[in-house]
Every structure is written in C-alpha cells, then in structure tokens.
C-alpha cells in the first residue's frame, strides 16, 4: 500500500520515517518549499532522538521520499495522512483552515479511492466534517474518500520510540474495509515485525500495544481528553507545590508518595515551571471552547490553564524576593525547549520567563544546546552563549527552565565560583537542594523547603 503524508512537521516526520521503517513505501509532502529542499538533502528540520538517522535510511533505501508537490503525492497515496497543524485561535476554537485547505487540494487532486487518515489533534465532529468537505469539494470527479480518525499520542522528545512502541493505537473508522486498511498499515507494529532502531541491543518483551476501533466521533474525543487529563494532573502538582512553598512541606515526597498509588500513577506529578509545547496549551484550550459550545461549563480546565500560567510569575516573585530589583541585574537562563530532548518553543515556560524579565529591563543571557536558534528570531535582545559556564559567568541569578540532563551534569562549583551572586531559582527541580547548600549556593526551587 502506497501511503502519503500531508504536512512534514513533528508528527508528520515522525509518522512517514516510522511507516517507511516498518515496510511501507511513503511519500511525505509539505507545503513549506524550505523544509521540502532541507529534507530531499537529508536535513531534518527539527531535533527528535533517532529520528534523523531513520529519516536518513529510509531515504537510501527508497521507502521514503519528499516531495513539495502535495498534488503528486495525494495522486500517489491509497492511504493519506493528514498530519497538519491546527493551532488556537484567540477564542479558543480550534483553527481548521489549515486542513480545510488540505481538504480542497486531496478533492481537486485525487484520480482514485482514498482513504483519508486524519492524524491532526481536532474537535469532535471535525471527521464528519472532512467527509462532507471532500464530497461537497470532489463532486466533480466523483472520486471515493473514506475518512477515518488516527490520534497521534507521540511524546516529543521520545517520538520515534512512542510511535513503534505505542502503549495504544486508536482508530476511527466508519467501516470494517477501512478499518483493515489500518490494521494493515500497524500491523508490523503490532506483531512487533520490525528491526527497532531504537533498541540496537532487541527490544524489551512486551505485550503487543491494544489496537483500539472506535467511531470516529469517540476517537478525536479520546485524544482530547487524554491532552487535557495529563495537563489538569500537571497543574494539580503545580498546585500542591505552591501549598508546599507555603508550608515548608516537600512536593517531592508527596507527589512521590502519590505516584506509588497504581490509581494515581507517577506520571505528569512533577511540579515545576508548567506545561508547554505544541500540544498541551492549545488542546485544552480548544476542549474548553468545544465543551461551552454545546453547553457544558468545563471551568475545570480553565483552572488547569490558570495554575499553569501562574508557574513562571510565582518563580519570579521568588527572585523578587531575593534579587530586590531586576532591573539591569544579569540573568542566565538555562534551558529554553519546553522540555528536555527537543528544540520545540512552542508555548515554552521560558520565553514567558524572558518576556518578563526584558520588560523588567534585566540583562539576559541563555543557553539551551537544541533551541537557541528558535528563540533568537524571537528575542533577538538576548545574549545567546556557546555553553551553559558562559551563561553563569557575572550572572546575579540563575534559571533552570529545562530538565536538560546536561545542567544536572554541570560542574556546580566552577559555575558558583563564576557567578556575581550564587542564586540558582531551579523551575524544573533538576537538582538536589541540600547539595546546593552545601556547595553554597543560595538555591530556591518549587515547592520544597529553602
Ligand atoms: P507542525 O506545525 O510541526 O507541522 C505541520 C506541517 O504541515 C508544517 O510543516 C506545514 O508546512 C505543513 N502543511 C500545512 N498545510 C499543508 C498542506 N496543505 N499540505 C502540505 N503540508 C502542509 O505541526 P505538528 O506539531 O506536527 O502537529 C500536527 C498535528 O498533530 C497538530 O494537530 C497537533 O496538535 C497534532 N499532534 C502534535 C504532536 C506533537 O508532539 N507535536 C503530538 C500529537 C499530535
């Protein structure tokens, strides 16, 4: 079966290099004319451990092709991935231009049967919708398109090894052929049938992942609760931090102590500077704004977005506290990703951290070795340094706001020795607060004890 991708960004790439490594032959368009000629030459425009070496393999050996003509591979496709992005807008709603448009080009391009696999995060319905878009839109030619809904649950930093080794694969479908269709396309997943580039040494046993049919309604439904479940227990642990800031109590512990609860789990229980990137910010936001269209007050999520925003300014009223005034104090930010192990910005805890402090007038510097080129088209006013010891250097505060596991590896005395004034504010919990005090710093951190 010849698959296509329609959109080459994160999930796109993720899912076309994965697809191809597992037998399938892919072409994978974008509408991006840079990132098409950046890809054709082997550069992956974003960084994801393994991916670049699949992308790079899969290319040699021709399972795995890019294209700046979406036309030609939706021609190519018997089944097409619609992995494009659908961002909020300001209401909330959920943007669905960029797939209507999407939609538009598979009706005036496809000469044979379809099968459209929606991996975009969408409101519920948003499946029906694509159906009668592509009749409405494709009348003339009278070609059949089947849609189906996929949700992607991929972890960006971790995607490659999520995407082979999924804890579930969900389907939406309206009918047993496309449903087959689908089980065809995983199946190698499934049956574990795959040489895992991630795992070089065999992959650990596992039972093969569940392979969940569902209507497509409750299959764009379960991605949307799942995204605003892991925020709401993100924010509850940002919020029992600040109860423990107020009463000298440990979040560690108690979070720890939590995840032990096989009802509760330890996942998503790490307070810090909140959540960002690409997915969680703008899915609970457009489940809020779909649940109060039909009528539902979801002011539940609402306080989760509340907590979250309030994570940045509570770490800076810390560094209120003990800088006196910001303005022209130098600051080094360590960290600028939304998290560890990629170079995404999008809605990252840290570019609120530096808007602040710019407009507080404080010298800023920072460091983060995957996303700096990111973050300068954004503040270019920043001081981007070669290394995390630059960063420090004459620094009067330090900011932790990625858990890269290079700053935990630091050499924490060379760094105290070169700072004007040794205060690290740690927004992730990355280090341990005793050492810290031992190596002399004056370390404040979320919700454990000074
Ligand atoms: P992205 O912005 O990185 O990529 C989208 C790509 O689509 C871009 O490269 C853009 O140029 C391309 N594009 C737009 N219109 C096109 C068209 N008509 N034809 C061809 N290409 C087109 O977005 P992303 O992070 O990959 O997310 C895509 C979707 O997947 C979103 O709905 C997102 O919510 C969802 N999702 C993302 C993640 C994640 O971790 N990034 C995880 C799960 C689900």
């Not at 009348?139 to 971790?158: A, H, Q």
């Not at 689908?182 to 650990?204: K, M, S």
Request: one cysteine or more.
């Amino acid at each position: 079966m010849q698959i296509s991708i329609i959109g080459c960004g994160y999930v796109g790439l993720v899912t076309g290099a994965c697809l191809a490594e597992i037998g399938h032959q892919v072409i994978g368009a974008d509408s991006d004319p840079a990132k098409v000629a950046a890809l054709k030459a082997g550069k992956v425009p974003i960084y994801e451990p393994n991916l670049d070496p699949l992308v790079a393999s899969n290319l040699r050996a021709g399972r795995l092709s890019f294209t700046g003509d979406v036309g030609e591979a939706i021609r190519a496709g018997d089944a097409l991935f619609i992995c494009v992005s659908t961002p909020p807008l300001p209401s909330g709603e959920t943007d669905l231009s960029v797939l209507d448009r999407a939609a538009r080009q598979i009706a005036s391009e496809a000469r044979t049967p379809k099968l459209v696999i929606d991996k975009s995060t969408v409101p519920v319905q948003t499946g029906q919708q694509l159906q009668r878009a592509l009749s409405i839109y494709g009348r003339k030619s009278s070609v059949n398109f089947s849609v189906c809904s996929n949700p992607e649950f991929l972890r960006e930093g971790t995607a490659v090894l999520d995407f082979l080794h999924p804890d579930r694969i969900v389907i939406g479908v309206e009918n047993e052929k496309d449903e087959r269709m689908l089980r065809e396309i995983y199946q190698p997943i499934l049956d574990r049938r795959f040489n895992c580039p991630v795992h070089a040494a065999g992959c650990p046993p596992e039972d093969p992942p569940p392979f969940l049919v569902s209507t497509i309604n409750d299959a764009e439904l379960i991605k949307h609760a799942s995204n605003s479940f892991l925020a709401l227990k993100i924010s509850y642990a940002n919020l029992l931090a600040d109860v423990c800031d107020r009463l000298s109590a440990n979040v560690e512990q108690v979070t720890r102590a939590m995840g032990l609860d096989p009802r509760i789990g330890p996942q998503f229980l790490r307070a810090g500077l909140g959540f960002g990137g690409s997915c969680l910010p703008k899915d609970i936001r457009g489940f809020i704004w779909l649940a109060e269209r039909v009528g539902v007050d979801f002011s539940l999520l609402k306080e989760v977005e509340r907590i979250n925003k309030s994570c940045v300014p509570r770490l800076l009223e810390k560094a209120r506290k003990a800088l006196w005034v910001l303005k022209e104090k130098q600051i080094g930010i360590l960290g600028l990703a939304y998290k560890a192990n990629t170079d995404d910005i999008r809605y990252a805890p840290a570019l609120d951290l530096i808007q602040i402090l710019l407009t507080e007038e404080a010298r800023v510097r920072a460091y983060d070795a995957k996303a700096m080129e990111k973050t300068r088209a954004i503040f270019p006013s920043v001081q981007y340094t070669q290394n995390p010891y630059q960063v420090a250097d004459g620094a009067d505060a330090l900011f932790i706001a990625t858990e890269w596991q290079e700053f935990r590896d630091l050499d924490w005395s060379r760094v105290r020795d070169s700072m004007a004034r040794p205060l690290v504010l740690d927004g992730r919990n990355l280090l341990d607060p005793q050492q810290m005090k031992a190596l002399g710093f004056e370390y404040l951190s979320m919700g454990r004890p000074d």
